[in-house]
């Protein structure tokens, strides 16, 4: 399974920026796909999530400005992201989970700053 983010790069607090993630596999054969971001110094935290059953999941943080959606057809998951804060800034990371498996893609970077 190979998972290939891109997307990223630097943008002004209050602007937008849209990731994807490429799956090599069909995004239903997985149980969650979701998006990570690490920043400097801290730990890897969920930001967004597409689970196979229940409801779409957000850290508080992004409630309000980051959208996650998939394109079936194009096995691509997106994060479309408003409003961006500086904090925002780190490397986003697309997951897949299978059963117990983890799958990562390489990240992308995401740089807030005027």
């Known amino acids: 399974v190979q998972l290939v983010e891109s997307g990223g790069g630097l943008v002004q607090p209050g602007g937008s920026l849209r990731l994807s993630c490429e799956v090599s596999?069909?995004?239903?054969?997985?149980?969650?796909v979701g998006w990570y971001r690490q920043a400097p110094g801290k730990q890897r935290e969920l930001v967004a999530a597409?689970?196979?059953?229940?409801?779409?999941r957000y850290v508080d943080s992004v409630k309000g400005r980051f959208t996650i959606s998939n394109g079936n057809a194009k096995n691509t998951v997106y994060l479309q992201m408003n409003s961006v804060k500086p904090e925002d800034t780190a490397v986003y990371y697309c997951?897949?989970?299978?059963?117990?498996?983890?799958?990562w893609g390489q990240g992308t970077q995401v740089t807030v700053s005027s």
């Open positions: 997951k897949a989970l299978r059963e117990v498996r983890e799958y």
């Open positions: 596999e069909k995004i239903a054969s997985f149980s969650a």
């Open positions: 597409i689970p196979i059953a229940g409801n779409l």
